[in-house]
């Protein structure tokens, strides 16, 4: 009998052993090289900024005010001057759209609009726009087939993919998004050829979701984190699911390592092998809450990395990187809400100074 409860106590102390290591396993201790630094804060603060960097330089466009009225704003910061300069507005104020860089134009792609009578509410867009910074002129482009917002734009062999968002049900005789009417989170795959102006379907992504980090690592894309089932997170619900497409054989592949920590409305950015998902937001019945999580998603090893955490949780923020630093801008540091007097956005301008996976 002794021995009977020498092996169970044994196989309880394995058990044990084995749980406190998941957390082990799912990311890494945090990296002591890399460490954060602030610089010059962007002029306006808001929530729902998006950001992406061109030309060495980065813009950071939206904005969301209260009672969800899109800002429309166009910001460009100059690293060598640690300035900010206000440019020309988006030529139509919107929210939630995906931004693509190629060839030194900035691309935007749908998006949400504020319906011109009625409640407010997110009716979505199907327009694409491209940005010249170097002339600071917009110029409209063929529409995608799919109106949606909260989606992903991504680059590969100078063609655009849009990946997921939300939008309508098909046959829907709503017109806009809200958290009390049906709406869907969308797994809708297009891709845009900027030389012929045109957009053509591809495969559709396996996980239908909105809100989530998107990057391109060695030809391959990763949608990674988000929300499903809808684009309000006080209706929706975060995963931790990444997913890879190959573009060339039209294929998404098996699932890959979950993100450490689930989240959606993230910021992020590539460098180095390693795409670094940054922030993001939860909510629950008695939980609103943002991240200062910091997590670099390696595909080469399949493998999680755990960084130092933001300075200040936030969510709807932009970020990308100058050379080997992630700028991080802006956002609202309180989760699931828009209401006036609740919204708590800030001007910070975060910086995080990162080694190369390789």
């Known amino acids: 009998m002794r021995t009977v409860h020498a092996l169970v106590r044994a196989a309880r102390a394995l058990a044990l052993a084995a749980i406190l290591a998941v957390p082990a396993l799912l990311a890494s201790p945090p990296a002591a090289a890399q460490k954060w630094t602030t610089a010059a804060p962007i002029p306006t603060g808001a929530e729902e900024v998006y950001g992406i960097s061109a030309n060495g330089r980065l813009y950071v466009f939206g904005g969301l005010a209260p009672a969800w009225k899109p800002m429309g704003m166009v910001m460009e910061y100059d690293p060598g001057s640690d300035r900010w300069t206000r440019k020309r507005d988006m030529p139509v104020f919107l929210h939630h759209v995906a931004l693509a860089t190629m060839n030194g134009k900035i691309y935007v792609f749908g998006g949400f609009r504020l319906p011109e009578k009625g409640a407010p509410a997110w009716e979505p867009v199907n327009t694409a726009w491209e940005y010249d910074p170097a002339t600071d002129t917009w110029r409209a482009l063929a529409p995608s087939p799919v109106a949606r917002g909260a989606h992903n734009a991504v680059v590969v062999d100078n063609r655009i993919h849009l990946i997921g968002g939300a939008g309508l049900h098909p046959g829907s005789k709503e017109t806009a998004l809200h958290p009390a009417r049906p709406h869907r989170a969308l797994g809708t795959h297009e891709v845009y050829d900027p030389a012929t102006n045109a957009w053509s379907a591809r495969a559709e992504m396996p ?152």
Not at 261 to 268: H, L
Not at 297 to 322: C, K, Q, V, Y
């Open 207 to 358: 996980t239908p979701r909105n809100h989530g980090a998107a990057g391109v690592v060695d030809g391959r894309i990763y949608v990674i984190g988000g929300r499903i089932g809808s684009v309000f997170i006080t209706t929706a619900s975060n995963t931790d699911i990444v997913e890879e497409y190959d573009p060339k054989t039209d294929s998404w592949g098996r699932l890959l390592a979950p993100m450490p920590t689930a989240r959606s409305a993230v910021a992020w950015g590539v460098h180095g092998g390693r795409i670094y998902v940054v922030g993001g937001e939860v909510r629950q019945r008695e939980y609103w809450g943002t991240f200062t999580s910091v997590e670099a998603f390696e595909p080469r090893t399949n493998s999680w990395t755990r960084l130092p955490g933001l300075p200040m949780p936030r969510h709807g923020l932009a970020a990308d990187f100058i050379g080997n630093r992630l700028h991080v801008v802006s956002g609202q540091v309180q989760s699931g809400t828009n209401a006036p007097g609740l919204v708590a956005s800030v001007d910070r301008h975060d910086v995080l100074v990162v080694e190369s996976a390789r």
